[in-house]
């Protein structure tokens, strides 16, 4: 393989020696009876410590420079493996695999033990492990701090078509990536009371808490591309003040003396399995805040170590809030300031708006954060007083500027009176930051004019615009070895470096027939193995040669996996009644967990269960097509899905989803997109060109407008007989001959609230299907399409929204 090497080319009998050595010293295994597992640990460790090293040596530049240092605040990291992640931005991964190969083991066989690091629940985590992968690639000396829960996003097991979710457990072999510290610990305080500090500003106050609890700190370094920049992943773990009542104990209460134990740890117990949708229980505004208080005491002490006043934050330290749930930091900052350290109050806000900035990641209103403040004024009594004290602030302010309209005033405040008393954290956050950034140009355009829009009109220069990206060292490097290999003996190794600069490159090659037969054929292979994998986990024959047309995320009615299924049945429909026509053999992809409490989305994975055991057992249909549910979608699953799809659906209603990245994953393997001009999707667009993509549907404008007539779909079912045939065949239990009203209530909604606008766009969807059927059918033309992609999503790297990050909010590089 034709990869670039960062370290000394005698590398492979050093590895050996080294992993020889964690295996017997640090793992205490003979190499003679070593398991599969302990090859994985030793070479983890063995690569961990190069990984040091330079983490180390960064860590110490940091100081020495006072550089200004970046702080990614985040409730969700999704990691996934680590491994041959950190062996190839080490580029040592071809060294580690012989040095493995000359002691019998093999690096492909080991990989696949290493459990996911599943600490988020879809984009937004993954968002925040490819952001710590760039930061660290540009040098940007940054932490990322988040929650270390014990269990990660539930494990999915599909049962008789029903999704069960079980617990993950990660952590159940142990961590080699991490580091305990156990003298990074910091008290947490939950409840208590308030009283006034004595003479001076009667705003500063002293906080007792009435419980009190530890975080403890957890890093695990992050390498980045060239093993040049490292960082620092800071998670926290709750832990008891006390761990044992001894006295509790010695009374004979054993269970009673470490309930305290149970108590505060259930904080880092486990990840709220919900997406785009608000949790709303005490346990996750605990979580909340107990980071956020630990990340901020952290940081402060750091900055104090180094620069001798707080005052100076915003010169020397950006936090940065992933989406509001971090939001409770505004009020945390100002309490540090104002309280613990007697900063005057107009300072303090000042100081916490030049340092905080805010990423809003969703404009559904279920989704947007709101704690009621009953729950506020007895888990954090403080806060909500400094909550109440900037209000009236603001709204003061408001009304000195000639404000009057009570509408507006009631909407810009911190505080929503309509449905019991709640606090609006996005609101919170937004008056707390300097920078409000989107992550797609339309998603930041909609920001502007709905959920923030008299935010926007009062502070016109906060709201920005960062579109998403993904690391090309994971979704392309590690994900797809074949494609990155082609690419290198293409373009020159250029392009690992500089995809941005290097990928644009390869347009011409679109019209080289010889190069796109080489293309075309890493994917056939990539076909090939997951094929196999399909084979032998469900022990379905999928046929390689056809077009594998992909639809994996979070179950979610916006995302409309159900207008996909509603098409694969009119399809099976249509060949049913037509075998002998000109089809297109295709396999139909899904992937995706459903929150547990989310009761429709988790229907909808019966369905497509449903549709598949139908489908795939009937012998008319069978050569034409195939329906796959594969289980527990994770990163890992992603690597080995991606790379072997010819069709990426991304089918939103138009307005909803804020960026996609599973998108730019696709396009950038080469997958051909047919989507709906909604997030990201739209720069794709714009870079890919039209033409080289299927566009359909609704766009967020005329959605809105829809939306207003209500949902209401009976005429358009009326005026389209597919459809209304799809729909009759669910409705009389085409798919689930053991229970034929099953689907009723999907139907009912499609029929009349159908907010996603399902029924509205499926007429055009089948129409773009039919567009892409006619491409595949002349592959010269859907490979040159293929090929363009691939070379247009140079801009979609993590590293440029970093740098834009880095620029233009943080002042960091
Ligand atoms: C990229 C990714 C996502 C985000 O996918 P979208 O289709 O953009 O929602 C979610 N989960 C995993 C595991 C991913 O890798």
Redesign the pocket.
């Known amino acids: 393989m034709t990869r670039p090497r960062f370290i000394s080319p005698n590398e492979v009998s050093a590895l050996r020696t080294n992993i020889l050595s964690k295996l017997t010293y640090a793992v205490g295994k003979d190499p003679d009876n070593a398991l599969d597992h302990d090859w994985f640990q030793a070479t983890a460790l063995a690569a961990r410590d190069y990984i040091v090293d330079r983490w180390m040596s960064r860590t110490r530049d940091a100081y020495r420079t006072g550089q200004k240092r970046v702080y990614y605040l985040s409730l969700e990291f999704?990691i996934?493996r680590l491994l041959i992640d950190s062996l190839s931005n080490l580029g040592i991964l071809e060294e580690t695999r012989r040095a493995l190969a000359d002691l019998g083991v093999d690096l492909e066989r080991i990989r696949g033990l290493e459990p996911d690091a599943a600490l988020g629940n879809?984009?937004l985590g993954?968002l925040a492990a490819c952001f710590m992968e760039s930061m660290a690639t540009l040098g940007i000396a940054s932490h990322g701090y988040g929650i270390r829960y014990e269990h990660g996003l539930f494990r999915q097991v599909i049962a008789d078509g029903f999704q069960l979710e079980q617990p993950e457990n990660w952590l159940d072999f142990g961590n080699p990536w991490e580091f305990e510290r156990a003298e990074v610990v910091y008290e947490i305080g939950f409840g208590g009371h308030v009283a006034p500090y004595g003479e001076g500003d009667p705003r500063r106050q002293v906080w007792t808490p009435g419980e009190r609890i530890r975080a403890v700190a957890y890093d695990t370094p992050v390498i980045g591309w060239g093993g040049e920049g490292a960082n620092t992943l800071r998670l926290w773990r709750a832990r008891p003040l006390e761990i044992l009542h001894l006295e509790t104990f010695n009374a004979g209460d054993h269970v009673g003396a470490v309930a305290n134990e149970a108590r505060a740890e259930s904080i880092s117990r486990v990840l709220y399995p919900a997406d785009s949708s608000e949790a709303g229980q005490e346990l996750r505004l605990r979580q909340e805040y107990f980071f956020v208080a630990a990340s901020l005491a952290d940081l402060t002490r750091r900055h104090l170590k180094q620069h001798n006043d707080l005052l100076s934050l915003p010169e020397h330290v950006s936090i940065q809030l992933n989406d509001t749930h971090p939001a409770i930091a505004v009020a945390e900052l100002m309490r540090l300031l104002v309280d613990v350290h007697g900063i005057p109050w107009d300072a303090a806000w000042s100081t916490t708006v030049g340092t905080l900035s805010y990423t809003n990641h969703t404009l559904l209103p279920e989704a947007l954060e709101t704690w009621p403040v009953q729950l506020m004024e007895r888990l954090l009594p403080r806060h909500m007083q400094i909550i109440y004290l900037i209000n009236a602030q603001f709204l003061d302010s408001l009304r000195a500027r000639g404000e009057t309209d009570g509408a507006m005033i009631s909407y810009v405040s911190l505080i929503d009176e309509s449905q019991g008393r709640r606090v609006r954290m996005g609101n919170l956050a937004f008056l707390g930051s300097h920078s409000i950034n989107g992550v797609s140009g339309l998603h930041t355009d909609l920001m502007r004019k709905t959920v923030f829009r008299s935010l926007h009109r009062l502070y016109p220069d906060r709201i920005n615009n960062k579109t998403n990206g993904?690391t090309f060292r994971r979704w392309l490097h590690q994900a797809n070895p074949a494609l990155t290999d082609l690419l290198v003996d293409t373009l020159g190794q250029g392009v690992l470096h500089d995809p941005e600069k290097t990928l644009p490159q390869l347009k011409p090659y679109a019209n080289d027939a010889n190069f796109r037969e080489r293309f075309a054929l890493q994917r056939q292979r990539n076909k090939d193995t997951f094929t196999s994998l399909v084979k032998q986990r469900l022990e379905i024959d999928l046929d390689p040669g056809a077009l594998f047309d992909v639809q994996?995320?979070?179950i979610h009615e916006y995302?409309r996996q159900l207008m996909n299924l509603l098409q694969t049945i009119a399809l099976y429909q249509a060949i049913r009644d037509n075998p002998n026509g000109d089809w297109t053999p295709r396999v139909k992809i899904f992937a995706g967990k459903a929150a547990a409490s989310y009761h429709q989305a988790k229907l909808i994975i019966k369905l497509a269960n449903d549709v598949a055991k139908v489908v795939n057992n009937d012998p008319l249909t069978r050569d034409l097509l195939k329906v796959v549910f594969l289980p527990n979608?994770?990163?890992s699953?992603?690597e080995v899905i991606i790379p072997a799809a010819d069709l990426s659906e991304?089918i939103s209603t138009a307005g909803m989803?804020a960026?996609?990245?599973?998108?730019m994953?696709f396009g950038l393997n080469g997958a051909l997109t047919i989507g709906t001009l909604d997030g990201a999707n739209v720069e794709m667009c714009e870079l890919i060109g039209e033409e080289h993509m299927f566009i359909f549907g609704l766009k967020a404008a005329e959605v809105e407008e829809r939306q207003r007539s209500g949902g209401i779909s009976s005429d358009i079912i009326e005026n389209s007989p597919r459809l209304a045939q799809v729909l009759s065949g669910l409705r009389a239990g085409q798919f689930s001959p053991d229970e034929p009203a099953r689907y009723n209530s999907l139907l009912d909604v499609l029929t009349w609230h159908d907010r996603f606008l399902v029924c509205a766009d499926f007429d055009a969807y089948w129409d773009a299907q039919r567009l892409v059927e006619t491409r595949w059918q002349q592959p010269d033309k859907w490979w040159q399409s293929a090929v363009i992609n691939t070379s247009s999503m140079g801009w979609f790297s993590s590293d440029r929204t970093i740098r834009e990050y880095a620029t233009e909010i943080w002042r960091a590089l």
């Open positions: 999704l996934g879809g984009g993954r993904i994996i995320k979070r995302k979608y994770n990163v699953l992603a991304q989803e960026s996609g990245t599973s998108n994953k």
